[in-house]
C-alpha cells in the first residue's frame, strides 16, 4: 500500500490519526523535507520516529519525483510505503503523480489530509472563505523571463471584488525564501510594464510570518510601508492582498489584529515524544 499523510504545519498541528498512521502501519516512511518547512523542525518528527524503530527516509526531490516514483510504486507493491508531507499532502499537486501511477499499477492509495497554509493563513488573516479568489505563486525571474500570471491572477480576483493569497517563492534545500517585499515588487512591476492600475500604494496587504509556530506574526499594512518594511531572513512568509471593498467585520477585524498574534504554540517536542510512545503502548495492549 501507498500512503501519502500529511504532517500538518507544525509539531502543533500533526494530527494524531495521522501520527498514529506512521508509528503503526507505515514499514517504510520518506519524510518529504523539500517542498515546505515544519516547525520547529522535521527532524524532531523524524528523530521521534527513529527512536520507534521505524525505517525513515529525508527525501530529497530526486527521491520521490522523475524516474524515482516507479521505486516508490515498486516498493509499495510490496509493503506499507509512507510519504509524509509537510503541510496536506495533495493540496499542492506535486504528489499526485505518484498517485497516479501507483493507481495504475493496481496498488492501494490511503490518502490522509492535515492542516495547509491555504486554510491557515485563511484563519490567521480574519477574512471570509467565500470571498477569497484563484490562488498563485509569486515566482522571482528566471534568466530574464518575468512569470506575469501571478499578476494575472491578482487584476482577476480583484474585478471580482476577492481576496488573494499569495505563496512566495520557497528553496528548502536552497535556503531561500522570498520577501514579502520582493514580491509586491515584482507585482508592482509586472502593473508598470502593462500600464495597468489594479494595485495602489495605500492599498492594504496582510503578510503572515512562519504560520503555525512559535515564531508566527501577522502584519497588516500598507503597499508603501510592506514595501519599506525590513524583513527577515529564513522566514516562511504568506501574502494577502484583500479585495477592494471588505464586509464590515472583515475591516473591523483587520484594524484590531494590525501587529497582533491570533495563534500561540503550546506543544513541545516532549509531547510529541509521549504521545507517540503512548500510542506505541496502546496499540502493543491491544
Given at each position: 500500500?501507498?500512503?501519502?499523510?500529511?504532517?500538518?504545519?507544525?509539531?502543533?498541528?500533526?494530527?494524531?490519526?495521522?501520527?498514529?498512521?506512521?508509528?503503526?502501519?507505515?514499514?517504510?516512511?520518506?519524510?518529504?523535507?523539500?517542498?515546505?518547512?515544519?516547525?520547529?523542525?522535521?527532524?524532531?518528527?523524524?528523530?521521534?520516529?527513529?527512536?520507534?524503530?521505524?525505517?525513515?527516509?529525508?527525501?530529497?526531490?530526486?527521491?520521490?519525483?522523475?524516474?524515482?516514483?516507479?521505486?516508490?510504486?515498486?516498493?509499495?507493491?510490496?509493503?506499507?510505503?509512507?510519504?509524509?508531507?509537510?503541510?496536506?499532502?495533495?493540496?499542492?499537486?506535486?504528489?499526485?503523480?505518484?498517485?497516479?501511477?501507483?493507481?495504475?499499477?493496481?496498488?492501494?492509495?490511503?490518502?490522509?489530509?492535515?492542516?495547509?497554509?491555504?486554510n491557515t493563513a485563511i484563519s490567521i488573516s480574519c477574512l471570509q472563505i467565500y470571498r477569497f479568489g484563484k490562488v498563485a505563486t509569486i515566482v522571482s525571474s528566471k534568466n530574464g523571463v518575468v512569470y506575469e500570471y501571478p499578476f494575472t491572477v491578482l487584476k482577476m480576483n480583484r474585478e471580482q471584488n476577492l481576496h488573494t493569497l499569495f505563496l512566495l517563492e520557497i528553496d528548502v534545500e536552497k535556503k531561500y525564501y522570498m520577501k514579502p517585499n520582493e514580491g509586491i515588487e515584482l507585482i508592482m512591476n509586472i502593473q508598470k510594464g502593462l500600464g495597468e492600475k489594479v494595485l495602489a500604494n495605500e492599498d492594504i496587504v496582510i503578510v503572515i510570518a512562519d504560520a503555525f509556530s512559535r515564531k508566527q506574526k501577522v502584519f497588516v499594512l500598507s503597499v508603501e510601508e510592506a514595501m519599506k518594511k525590513t524583513f527577515n531572513e529564513n522566514t516562511l512568509y504568506t501574502l494577502i492582498i484583500p479585495a477592494k471593498k471588505l464586509h464590515p467585520v472583515e475591516e473591523e477585524c483587520i484594524k484590531l489584529i494590525r501587529d497582533k498574534n491570533l495563534y500561540h504554540s503550546v506543544t513541545y517536542e516532549k509531547d510529541l515524544i509521549n504521545s507517540a510512545e503512548s500510542l506505541i503502548h496502546q496499540n502493543n495492549s491491544l
Open positions: 500500500m501507498l500512503r501519502l499523510i500529511g504532517l500538518g504545519l507544525s509539531i502543533d498541528s500533526i494530527p494524531l490519526g495521522n501520527l498514529k498512521k506512521l508509528l503503526l502501519l507505515c514499514d517504510k516512511i520518506f519524510v518529504d523535507a523539500y517542498t515546505s518547512v515544519w516547525f520547529p523542525d522535521i527532524n524532531i518528527l523524524v528523530k521521534t520516529l527513529l527512536n520507534m524503530k521505524k525505517d525513515v527516509i529525508i527525501a530529497k526531490r530526486y527521491m520521490l519525483e522523475g524516474s524515482a516514483i516507479e521505486n516508490v510504486v515498486n516498493e509499495a507493491m510490496k509493503k506499507d510505503v509512507c510519504i509524509a508531507v509537510v503541510g496536506d499532502p495533495l493540496i499542492a499537486t506535486t504528489h499526485s503523480i505518484i498517485i497516479v501511477e501507483a493507481l495504475k499499477k493496481g496498488v492501494e492509495v490511503d490518502v490522509s489530509p492535515a492542516t495547509s497554509i491555504f
